[in-house]
């Protein structure tokens, strides 16, 4: 509080000071005389004088004042440039405006075409396809035949949806075996069935060519195949499709 004191004082005397020196320079005249007026240079020193003083003592007053903590203008504050949203367009389903969700699935070439399938299994294989790659289960399901088989315990559709909430997804799996090498196998009851991959139409596993044999390595080790080999045939994962396009298994197991 001193310092606020001896400053109050100063501009006091100052603002005295100027006063006097406006008189000094143009003092009033009296009743009756002509304006009388000092030399103009010792006029002027004085003012001077004075209006430093006042300039000094509200220079100062800013710094005092800040110094007790109350700025008078906060000083600019530094921020880092916000990044503008970014504009790149959601990956689509195809043939939609739909965003692709993740499963699975994600990250999976799609299968390419496959000559030589009837129109009904090639429409029902590239509908399957096109579910999982989109990660639609509901489409997965509705796709499915009604007698339809995920687990030799009586698995339906369903599981395919249940594995993925577990983190235990075969939509990946399911892609890559649609992508391999397909066979057929005929009954007695007149049906055709398409399976994926051809390894599962082998009586044994020595009837497992050795291109079979690789494809099978994308979904499996070879410390699998081995064991394949020793149980005698494929018991992997295999699904198929009826001639007149009923998707009827996605299944492992013997």
């Not at 006097?20 to 304006?35: E, H």
């Not at 399901?141 to 030799?152: G, Q, R």
């Not at 009586?203 to 494809?215: A, F, K, M, P, S």
Request: hydrophobic share 40%.
């Amino acid at each position: 509080m001193g310092e606020f004191d001896a400053l109050d004082k100063r501009l006091t005397k100052a603002a005295e000071e100027v006063r006097q020196a406006m008189r000094t320079l143009s003092p009033p005249p009296s009743p009756g005389t002509k304006p009388r007026a000092l030399p103009a240079a010792r006029g002027w020193l004085v003012f001077a004088g004075a209006f430093a003083v006042v300039a000094l003592a509200i220079g100062v007053l800013p710094l005092l004042d800040g110094r007790q903590g109350s700025p008078v203008a906060s000083p600019p504050s530094s921020t880092l440039p916000v990044e503008p949203p970014s504009t790149e367009p959601e990956s689509t389903v195809p043939g939609t405006d739909s965003p692709v969700a993740e499963c699975s699935a994600t990250g999976v070439p799609a299968p390419a075409e496959q000559p030589g399938l009837p129109e009904p299994v090639a429409q029902k294989r590239q509908a399957i396809i096109e579910a999982a790659m989109a990660c639609d289960f509901d489409a997965l399901e509705a796709l499915a035949d009604e007698f339809f088989s995920t687990s030799f315990g009586g698995g339906d559709e369903t599981l395919l949806r249940e594995w993925e909430q577990r983190g235990e997804g075969k939509l990946d799996i399911l892609l890559e075996i649609l992508g391999m090498s397909y066979a057929t196998q005929s009954y007695d009851n007149g049906e055709t069935w398409y399976w994926w991959p051809s390894a599962f139409a082998a009586d044994t596993w020595e009837d497992v060519t050795q291109e079979q044999r690789q494809e099978l390595l994308r979904i499996h080790t070879q410390e699998e195949l081995d064991m394949f080999a020793e149980f005698g045939s494929y018991a992997g994962w295999r699904t198929g499709i009826t001639a007149d396009g009923r998707w009827r298994f996605f299944i492992a197991g013997d």
